[in-house]
């Protein structure tokens, strides 16, 4: 079968696609492969053919004006800056969307192409899956992530999905019916959500039951298969190289913390530096720092640049971080309690969720402070957090999700 995937965003949407990829080809599927420009060395790295599809994350992550307004907790202004530039880049990326699709006999997108894949796939006439990272569909467990992170009664929760569409349709319909046209299909009045439902589409949760167990048994259409995470090989193909003195230092004494905060806006490194080592000072721990400031190699605090977290992650003790679906999946493997100081999208349901398991605590990344984040990570030193993370990392390493995930994927495209 011909499987074309596509995976745009940051590292966290592309790696996912990318294994998933390599397991469908692995098993004999012609793998066609669309990522970001600055992320395709991933699929290359795996062995697929992937397609450059000519943008790129960053060009507005880590813009000054976007990491302005994400710091200030400005999203209205932030995703009104991505739909003007989704329009912008409109015609070309339709354009490659529908190109990496021709010829295919099914096709996989994640939520930065799903308005635009699910209608390719429609026109033309092909088995189409979602592949998402948090719970963003409509059900009784949750609240819609965007509307709050505190748990209602099942009819409220279900409100909400009602209200968020009802907000999106009027930004989202013009664009969807433009698609719509450009492959010849006629104009619709159905959001995405409610066209995977009319074509009977697989909504692949690749994230754990084991940390979202109140929607275990959701929806034949909605398995959760497990967060995505790499093999030990394929960790290897995707920069596994500790630097050795990285290496060394992390020898050379008790489990660090770590902190990183992957794109999210630290606008001040120097200040948000000072202000870890004045933390883990007081809480007599070492720190890892991924951070872009003023180099501390010495003594109890070392900085880092880009490292891989599935190998540096568990050779620590507790991890603080932005809360990305990824980045929460690899400290929860590596048994580490988790803080989280989240910014935008699922990152505030992941917070909280790890909240109400007991193996992490959240604030809101416009709430860090050196009081927050002691009187945050203070608790997860405690033996109690540290056990209940120990005993889910066990559970999460036992999984096969990326079998389960490719099983999902041919049972619902052979049906």
């Given at each position: 079968?011909?499987?074309?995937?596509?995976?745009?965003?940051?590292?966290?949407?592309?790696?996912?696609?990318?294994?998933?990829?390599?397991?469908?080809?692995a098993r004999g599927h012609e793998i066609t492969l669309g990522l970001s420009s600055d992320l395709v060395w991933i699929g290359q790295a795996l062995g697929l053919r992937t397609v450059d599809m000519r943008t790129s994350a960053r060009q507005f992550l880590e813009s000054e004006k976007g990491q302005r307004w994400l710091a200030a907790g400005d999203f209205q202004s932030y995703v009104r800056w991505l739909m003007d530039y989704k329009y912008q880049i409109a015609d070309q990326l339709q354009a490659d969307l529908i190109e990496l699709?021709?010829?295919?006999?099914?096709?996989?997108?994640?939520?930065?192409?799903?308005?635009?894949?699910?209608?390719?796939?429609?026109?033309?006439?092909?088995?189409?899956?979602?592949?998402?990272?948090?719970?963003?569909?409509?059900?009784?467990?949750?609240?819609?992530?965007?509307?709050?992170?505190?748990?209602?009664?099942?009819?409220?929760?279900?409100?909400?999905?009602?209200?968020?569409?009802?907000?999106?349709?009027?930004?989202?319909?013009?664009?969807?019916?433009?698609?719509?046209?450009?492959?010849?299909?006629?104009?619709?009045?159905?959001?995405?959500?409610?066209?995977?439902?009319?074509?009977?589409?697989?909504?692949?949760?690749?994230?754990?039951?084991?940390?979202?167990?109140?929607?275990?048994?959701?929806?034949?259409?909605?398995?959760?298969?497990?967060?995505?995470?790499?093999?030990?090989?394929?960790?290897?193909?995707?920069?596994?190289?500790?630097?050795?003195?990285?290496?060394?230092?992390?020898?050379?004494?008790?489990?660090?913390?770590?902190?990183?905060?992957?794109?999210?806006?630290?606008?001040?490194?120097?200040?948000?530096?000072?202000?870890?080592?004045?933390?883990?000072?007081?809480?007599?721990?070492?720190?890892?720092?991924?951070?872009?400031?003023?180099?501390?190699?010495?003594?109890?605090?070392?900085?880092?640049?880009?490292?891989?977290?599935?190998?540096?992650?568990?050779?620590?003790?507790?991890?603080?971080?932005?809360?990305?679906?990824?980045?929460?999946?690899?400290?929860?493997?590596?048994?580490?309690?988790?803080?989280?100081?989240?910014?935008?999208?699922?990152?505030?349901?992941?917070?909280?969720?790890?909240?109400?398991?007991?193996?992490?605590?959240?604030?809101?990344?416009?709430?860090?402070?050196?009081?927050?984040?002691?009187?945050?990570?203070?608790?997860?030193?405690?033996?109690?957090?540290?056990?209940?993370?120990?005993?889910?990392?066990?559970?999460?390493?036992?999984?096969?999700?990326?079998?389960?995930?490719?099983?999902?994927?041919?049972?619902?495209?052979?049906?």
């Amino acid at each position: 079968m011909r499987v074309a995937l596509v995976g745009m965003g940051t590292r966290g949407d592309a790696q996912p696609m990318a294994l998933l990829g390599a397991e469908l080809a692995a098993r004999g599927h012609e793998i066609t492969l669309g990522l970001s420009s600055d992320l395709v060395w991933i699929g290359q790295a795996l062995g697929l053919r992937t397609v450059d599809m000519r943008t790129s994350a960053r060009q507005f992550l880590e813009s000054e004006k976007g990491q302005r307004w994400l710091a200030a907790g400005d999203f209205q202004s932030y995703v009104r800056w991505l739909m003007d530039y989704k329009y912008q880049i409109a015609d070309q990326l339709q354009a490659d969307l529908i190109e990496l699709a021709a010829g295919a006999d099914a096709f996989v997108s994640g939520t930065a192409t799903e308005v635009e894949s699910v209608i390719i796939a429609e026109a033309a006439g092909i088995p189409y899956a979602s592949v998402y990272h948090a719970p963003i569909r409509r059900n009784t467990a949750f609240p819609h992530l965007l509307v709050s992170t505190d748990v209602f009664s099942p009819e409220r929760n279900l409100e909400t999905y009602i209200q968020i569409e009802k907000a999106n349709w009027p930004i989202f319909e013009p664009y969807l019916n433009k698609v719509r046209t450009r492959v010849g299909l006629a104009t619709s009045d159905q959001s995405v959500g409610s066209t995977l439902e009319r074509l009977g589409a697989l909504e692949i949760q690749a994230y754990s039951r084991h940390v979202v167990p109140e929607l275990a048994d959701w929806d034949v259409r909605r398995p959760l298969t497990g967060f995505l995470s790499p093999s030990a090989e394929q960790r290897r193909l995707l920069d596994d190289l500790v630097d050795p003195e990285l290496d060394a230092w992390l020898d050379d004494g008790e489990p660090p913390v770590y902190f990183g905060f992957g794109s999210m806006p630290v606008l001040e490194p120097d200040a948000a530096l000072t202000m870890i080592e004045k933390v883990a000072d007081t809480l007599g721990v070492r720190a890892l720092v991924n951070l872009k400031a003023s180099t501390a190699n010495d003594g109890a605090v070392r900085t880092v640049g880009n490292l891989n977290h599935d190998v540096v992650l568990p050779r620590c003790r507790a991890a603080v971080h932005h809360g990305g679906a990824g980045t929460s999946a690899t400290s929860l493997r590596a048994g580490l309690p988790t803080v989280v100081c989240a910014v935008f999208a699922d990152q505030p349901f992941w917070g909280a969720q790890l909240q109400r398991m007991g193996v992490g605590s959240t604030l809101r990344f416009t709430d860090l402070s050196e009081p927050t984040l002691f009187a945050a990570l203070e608790p997860m030193l405690a033996d109690g957090p540290r056990q209940r993370a120990a005993e889910l990392a066990v559970l999460l390493r036992g999984e096969d999700a990326i079998a389960q995930t490719a099983d999902a994927f041919e049972e619902s495209v052979a049906g």
